[in-house]
């Protein structure tokens, strides 16, 4: 009767374990989407300037243990708009309303510490991406005698390595399937203006495998 009442446990433990390593696949990829927050991207005094934007994001990682593993991702930090005027336009032109685009996406490795509570999961990330950063300028002026638009157009892009970082939030259901919160932060810089901060908040599913 003991060896049949051991030999049970055992099967009861090895049963649990097998359920746990189903339910914790080391390898994984997903998507979110969300919403961005450009820091620092206008001048100041820029009236009706949109630091936000819409974010989305990719990835791919794997757990070499249930607390560590290492994730490549591609995020999408939206874009910000920026309104102004040409600050010298031509003679004899009057400066249009115009407004000028800035969007940041990158594409790097973290490497992503987790706390596993049951179905839930809390990660911190700090890894190194290709961040892109470009602006586009647009403006337009009316001459003032014949009263014909001119439009003039200007770009600049950067991209460069940086530092990138946030914490996030996992639910894992149905054994193979997680929902997932992501807060991610980088600086973008483009060849004219200044350096800024960028924050991708977004929330999305991901496999287990």
């Known amino acids: 009767m003991r060896n049949l009442l051991v030999g049970a446990v055992l099967a009861c433990a090895a049963a649990t374990a097998a359920a746990q390593q189903v339910q ?3 390898g994984y990829f997903g998507a979110g989407l969300g919403v961005s927050q450009y820091h620092d991207f206008c001048a100041s005094g820029a009236g009706s300037c949109d ?24 995020i999408h930090f939206g874009e910000a708009h920026q309104p102004g005027f040409l ?30 509570l049951g179905p839930v999961g809390l990660h911190a ?9 470009k602006f586009v300028g647009n403006a337009a002026v009316q001459d003032n ?52 901060d960028v924050d ?3 929330l999305g599913f991901g496999y287990r495998f």
């Open 24 to 26: 914790s696949p080391p």
């Open 125 to 133: 990330k700090l890894g190194y991406a290709a961040v892109t950063s």
């Open 87 to 116: 600050r010298n336009p031509p003679v004899n032109t009057t400066p249009l309303p115009s407004a000028s685009d800035g969007r940041t996406y990158s594409m790097g490795l973290s490497l992503l510490l987790r706390a596993p």
């Open 51 to 74: 630091e936000e934007g819409t974010a989305w994001r990719v990835h791919a990682g794997y757990m070499w243990r249930p607390w560590i593993g290492l994730e490549g991702a591609f």
């Open 145 to 196: 005698t014949t009263g014909a638009v001119t439009y003039f157009n200007s770009q600049a892009r950067e991209t460069k390595g940086r530092f990138i970082y946030g914490l996030g939030a996992t639910y894992d259901f149905a054994n193979v399937w997680q929902a997932r919160f992501d807060w991610d932060r980088t600086e973008g810089k483009d060849n004219i203006n200044p350096k800024y």
């Open 200 to 202: 991708a908040y977004t």
